[in-house]
């Protein structure tokens, strides 16, 4: 096959993406072609376009790392998986190096991200290893009322902070503190309530916090209105009400920005557990001797092993995390008026944008 | 009994350490008397002394918890202990409370630090809870050629490096750089090197770094005499040329100092876990999302579990750790000068107070 297809390419820092039409190219052998459903927009892309963070494949390039749709064409190695329907990992792992062997996949030196070290998915239809394509069952997608469009936000706002719920080990009984429950967080604290934690989210924006709190929070905190020790007694006071545990902690910091990491890292306790799964280039200022004081420790994850994507979409599938009342799908076409929207904060919920095939 | 004994009292920031007689308490049901062989002088004891870290006990106070001693009274419950040769746990647990029974010692609400919840080790008698006491075989230490005052670095200088290699999970074949070879580092290199890692040791003291090389590290760097990203550079050359991993370091940061933790976090690298050992109150400037971006990780560790003292006890009497030759002993009643020579760096090795009894 060689379907004409659109890309939409990043020439340079803030310059207008542009549509690209090219020539899908035959797969290699253990690759496959996906037509694309839907690819969500990131922080990280973001990043890329309007902060100069630089992406490892030179520019023009096209973003997104967000990606569901339907397998279109195969290698011949990659013949069993003609006409599914699947997630593709942020990050791909190459599975044959020392790192992959030992099941560190995250870590593998020849991994792929779409958008960053290939061509993403801000696209009709993209390329990519079958190196941990996760399988969606469609007719249980169907059932339970979601478009796979929407699941395309799994392969990072959703996998992601899975990753860190897990190596936290967070089980039932346990408190979970999600700072910033936006694109990310917002998944943070549904998947650590579905681990069993009570979960308390604090952001700087009442909305955010009002829907999270209708979804799992059992707690919600404005960070503009209170200090870090307020916010600490708070909750405090809160873990003593609840019969929760007054130390352990774990804090799942998704705000991404200098402050939300300060007050993440003030809220450490003894044997607290500090996730960062948010991202900011800004250097922060803290005490690093706590974690020795506190017997604590500070986790950081990139992105989320493929072998944990089944997990993580059988919770979206049964209900306990909800992808579509935090998603919403705008035309690929407006690409550049969705990246300012969401550059100005004017989305509530996470961009997944849709090409027409 | 009842014995008249003499500790060496804090009275205030700075001021001279005075010795005071007092009577040996009758130990409670759950308590033993020990009769002090020696106690190392920590950093954390300089801490109280000269830079007023706020002690949980009022003062005056007796400082030191580096203790190894004899049983010479115990409690109704304690009998067995009497004349046996122990080591003193620096973080001493309650043993019942939740954490305590989840195997969590160290992070234990209830727990007794000497020289910091109660008089410590700079005495000829102590006073502690029977709970976690390590019990030394005399016998294995006369043929091992040690003095049980030697045996009191166990208590912290050892233990607590012990402790986070072993939470770093450090195996053969690993690259572990120790960041600062002192008091706590030089055995935080010896016991990486005992569990199978090939060691480069940094510094700012070519003696120190001269004698951890004879010992157990492969590489020595300087810190003063190259930049963080030529120490990173020397370091990934000679992982290179061993055949070692080019990522996944174990930095173990001894130092506590803030330079010394700003270049152990600079060290980080995919996969790399950050053991933060040593300790200071100054904050530090770091980009934390450096721990997402690499899936690293940054673990403390508040002293060590009592179960893992007879581990590490083990590794010192088959001369895995060498103790002696990092020990300098001195009197107990020379607590001021030898106070003064550690704070001016005067001394190579850990010093030991030894009382006369």
């Excluded at 899908?24 to 100069?52: F, M, W």
């Excluded at 070290?117 to 996760?134: E, K, S, Y």
């Excluded at 190596?167 to 936006?182: K, T």
């Excluded at 922060?284 to 706590?290: A, F, H, I, K, Q």
Aim: net charge negative; charged share 20%.
């Amino acid at each position: 096959m060689a379907a004409e297809a659109i890309r939409w390419m990043m020439t340079g820092k803030g310059e207008p993406l542009v549509p690209v039409r090219f020539e899908t190219p035959s797969p290699g052998q253990n690759e496959v072609v996906i037509e694309i459903a839907g690819c969500g927009v990131c922080h990280t892309d973001l990043g890329y376009y309007y902060d100069g963070v630089r992406t490892n494949h030179e520019l023009p390039l096209t973003l997104g790392h967000e990606i569901s749709g339907h397998v279109v064409d195969t290698g011949s190695n990659a013949m069993w998986w003609i006409d599914r329907a699947v997630i593709v990992p942020a990050v791909i792992p190459c599975g044959h190096c020392d790192a992959c062997r030992r099941g560190k996949g995250t870590i593998c030196a020849n991994q792929k991200m779409p958008g960053n070290d290939i061509h993403g998915g801000f696209a009709t239809h993209i390329v990519v290893p079958v190196q941990g394509l996760c399988e969606v069952d469609t007719h249980r997608l169907a059932a339970a009322g979601i478009e796979l469009a929407d699941l395309s936000v799994i392969a990072d706002a959703v996998t992601t902070p899975y990753q860190a719920v897990v190596q936290a080990g967070i089980s039932p009984g346990d408190l979970a503190i999600v700072n910033g429950v936006g694109g990310v967080g917002g998944y943070a604290a549904q998947i650590a309530a579905a681990f069993g934690a009570v979960v308390v989210a604090i952001d700087v924006n009442d909305d955010k916090l009002a829907a999270i709190g209708k979804q799992c929070a059992a707690l919600t905190l404005n960070a503009r209105k209170m200090n870090l020790r307020d916010l600490k007694m708070e909750i405090l006071g809160f873990a003593k009400g609840r019969g929760l545990r007054e130390s352990e902690w774990v804090i799942l910091e998704c705000s991404g920005t200098r402050v939300g990491q300060e007050t993440a890292f003030g809220l450490l306790n003894r044997g607290a557990t500090l996730c960062v799964v948010g991202f900011t280039m800004d250097k922060v200022e803290v005490r690093l001797s706590n974690l020795m004081a506190f017997h604590a420790r500070a986790l950081g994850n990139w992105g989320c092993p493929p072998e944990l994507y089944p997990q993580a979409l059988e919770l979206v599938l049964n209900g306990r995390i909800k992808v579509t009342s935090f998603v919403e799908k705008h035309p690929l076409a407006e690409i550049n008026h969705v990246f300012e929207a969401v550059h100005a904060g004017e989305l509530k919920r996470r961009a997944v944008l849709v090409p027409t095939h």
